[in-house]
């Protein structure tokens, strides 16, 4: 029973955290189609960095933890996380007029 509830907070605990990562890539808009294709174009642009710096982090556990691969959601769990901050970060830079 323990381990089944592990399971159902992990993954609540994945759902709740994509759903501030789209939170985040969200770029509103008066028109519904410009904030559509705004929030596609800023989930594009951030990923790449996602994506990347997830890939070092995974890399650098693995070498910690003596080869043992990451679990798959644990490499969702972390992408969605730095992809919430590279949003961010990106979200400030924009506002600031620097991108």
């Known amino acids: 029973m323990q381990i089944n509830n592990n ?3 992990n993954k609540i605990k994945l759902v709740i955290t994509a759903f501030v990562y789209l939170i985040f890539n969200l770029r509103p808009s008066v028109d519904i189609w410009l904030m559509v294709k705004a929030t596609i174009e800023q989930i594009l642009t951030t990923a790449l960095y996602s994506a990347g710096i997830t890939l070092l982090f995974v ?3 693995q070498r910690m933890a ?4 990451v679990p798959r959601e644990r490499w969702l769990q972390l992408f969605l996380t730095i992809g919430i901050t590279v949003s961010f970060v ?9 991108t």
């Open 90 to 98: 990106y979200a400030i830079l924009e506002h600031a007029g620097k």
């Open 66 to 69: 003596d080869g043992e691969k």
């Open 59 to 61: 890399n650098l556990f």
């Open 7 to 9: 399971i159902t907070k």
